[in-house]
């Protein structure tokens, strides 16, 4: 039998076939990142945040308490990936000011002050003062700023052709929970449901994390920043304790609410890290569905870098026994490598708690 052709010698078709692909990678290796939207920025003296980016850009920004040791940050991103990162030491009560790429596609401004700075967050509030300016304000600065802090020229006027009506309100990110949208007091019931409890933890992922612990907390912030805004809580559990599947529905048609969230964190495997994500569903369309995208679009608002696993029609007994609007929300993984550090974390929780509330709201306004 004749001995076969060793499959190191490559024909002249997978030859030009190779070289055809090597040229397209090069090509696309020498394309140019998206920009940043990010135009100039600077920190003034009486402690303001003034931004200049593209026209009609949308923000996203960021608040989290400070420590003993260190201070409380906040930070802003914007689309398109900076050309570098960098650090600009600070002044007065502003300790650093840092520009980084959390992801491929984004840009990151981070204001970190000095550790015992007291910030309101009630008082932190972006706004939108035309199509391409931004400016925050940083209320009660013991120590103010030095003048030259920053890079660009904020107040380099946008050439005529390029401007537009904003398209952004005018407080585009609210930081607190009198930035909660508003609905009447009193006329809501609405009920949270923290999914597992008592014996039974939920899905444990990296270093013990449990997902009882991580909904537990998260909603009973929840429930309180909707009872700030005068709506009627009722949760299915509000401690660590094990109610089944149908009591949670029979409570929530009981009380006729108008809309029933029951907040999970998700799970998969520990041989899985690269997993993560966000994810809502709902049984039927209509109004759960509605309920579903505000609840979604508010988490990824708060949830950078973390894959958006969008809407989903499910089947889970608390959605679908249900007679009100309902929806399910898993908030990550706590198998996840990116998620499981951001779901122990309490400031993310905060803001996962918010971004829940602000998704309730909108949907019992009829935004």
């Given at each position: 039998?004749?001995?076969?052709?060793?499959?190191?010698?490559?024909?002249?078709?997978?030859?030009?076939?190779?070289r055809l692909l090597l040229a397209v990678a090069l090509v696309l290796a020498d394309l140019p990142a998206l920009a940043s939207s990010l135009a100039a920025w600077r920190i003034t003296r009486?402690?303001?945040?003034?931004?200049?980016?593209?026209?009609?850009?949308?923000?996203?920004?960021?608040?989290?308490?400070?420590?003993?040791?260190?201070?409380?940050?906040?930070?802003?991103?914007?689309?398109?990936?900076?050309?570098?990162?960098?650090?600009?030491?600070?002044?007065?009560?502003?300790?650093?000011?840092?520009?980084?790429?959390?992801?491929?596609?984004?840009?990151?401004?981070?204001?970190?002050?000095?550790?015992?700075t007291q910030l309101d967050p009630a008082d932190l509030r972006l706004v939108g003062t035309a199509s391409d300016r931004w400016k925050?304000?940083?209320?009660?600065?013991?120590?103010?700023?030095?003048?030259?802090?920053?890079?660009?020229?904020?107040?380099?006027?946008?050439?005529?052709?390029?401007?537009?009506?904003?398209?952004?309100?005018?407080?585009?990110?609210?930081?607190?929970?009198?930035?909660?949208?508003?609905?009447?007091?009193?006329?809501?019931?609405?009920?949270?449901?923290?999914?597992?409890?008592?014996?039974?933890?939920?899905?444990?992922?990296?270093?013990?994390?449990?997902?009882?612990?991580?909904?537990?907390?998260?909603?009973?912030?929840?429930?309180?920043?909707?009872?700030?805004?005068?709506?009627?809580?009722?949760?299915?559990?509000?401690?660590?304790?094990?109610?089944?599947?149908?009591?949670?529905?029979?409570?929530?048609?009981?009380?006729?609410?108008?809309?029933?969230?029951?907040?999970?964190?998700?799970?998969?495997?520990?041989?899985?890290?690269?997993?993560?994500?966000?994810?809502?569903?709902?049984?039927?369309?209509?109004?759960?569905?509605?309920?579903?995208?505000?609840?979604?679009?508010?988490?990824?608002?708060?949830?950078?870098?973390?894959?958006?696993?969008?809407?989903?029609?499910?089947?889970?007994?608390?959605?679908?026994?249900?007679?009100?609007?309902?929806?399910?929300?898993?908030?990550?993984?706590?198998?996840?490598?990116?998620?499981?550090?951001?779901?122990?974390?309490?400031?993310?929780?905060?803001?996962?708690?918010?971004?829940?509330?602000?998704?309730?709201?909108?949907?019992?306004?009829?935004?």
């Amino acid at each position: 039998m004749p001995l076969r052709r060793s499959g190191s010698a490559r024909s002249p078709r997978r030859l030009g076939l190779l070289r055809l692909l090597l040229a397209v990678a090069l090509v696309l290796a020498d394309l140019p990142a998206l920009a940043s939207s990010l135009a100039a920025w600077r920190i003034t003296r009486q402690g303001a945040l003034e931004l200049r980016t593209s026209p009609n850009v949308r923000l996203q920004a960021f608040f989290e308490d400070g420590t003993r040791l260190r201070g409380p940050r906040v930070w802003v991103d914007l689309p398109g990936a900076p050309s570098r990162s960098r650090s600009i030491r600070g002044s007065g009560d502003v300790r650093e000011v840092r520009i980084g790429k959390p992801t491929p596609t984004t840009t990151r401004i981070v204001v970190e002050f000095r550790p015992g700075t007291q910030l309101d967050p009630a008082d932190l509030r972006l706004v939108g003062t035309a199509s391409d300016r931004w400016k925050l304000e940083f209320k009660g600065l013991r120590r103010p700023v030095l003048l030259g802090l920053g890079e660009g020229d904020v107040d380099r006027r946008t050439p005529v052709a390029s401007r537009r009506s904003p398209s952004f309100p005018t407080a585009s990110t609210p930081l607190s929970a009198d930035g909660l949208p508003v609905v009447p007091r009193g006329r809501f019931r609405v009920v949270i449901d923290p999914g597992h409890g008592g014996p039974d933890p939920g899905a444990v992922g990296i270093r013990g994390l449990r997902e009882t612990d991580i909904v537990l907390d998260v909603s009973l912030q929840v429930a309180r920043l909707l009872q700030a805004r005068g709506v009627n809580v009722v949760m299915t559990r509000t401690s660590e304790v094990d109610v089944d599947l149908p009591p949670r529905v029979a409570l929530a048609n009981r009380v006729g609410a108008d809309a029933f969230v029951s907040i999970h964190a998700n799970a998969l495997s520990m041989a899985r890290p690269d997993v993560n994500g966000v994810e809502t569903f709902y049984f039927s369309g209509g109004r759960s569905l509605r309920l579903a995208r505000a609840l979604q679009a508010q988490m990824m608002s708060v949830s950078p870098g973390s894959p958006d696993r969008g809407v989903k029609a499910g089947r889970f007994f608390v959605i679908r026994r249900t007679v009100m609007p309902a929806s399910l929300v898993e908030m990550g993984f706590v198998t996840g490598a990116f998620d499981a550090p951001r779901l122990a974390d309490p400031s993310h929780r905060r803001r996962l708690a918010m971004a829940l509330a602000t998704g309730i709201l909108q949907f019992l306004g009829g935004r």
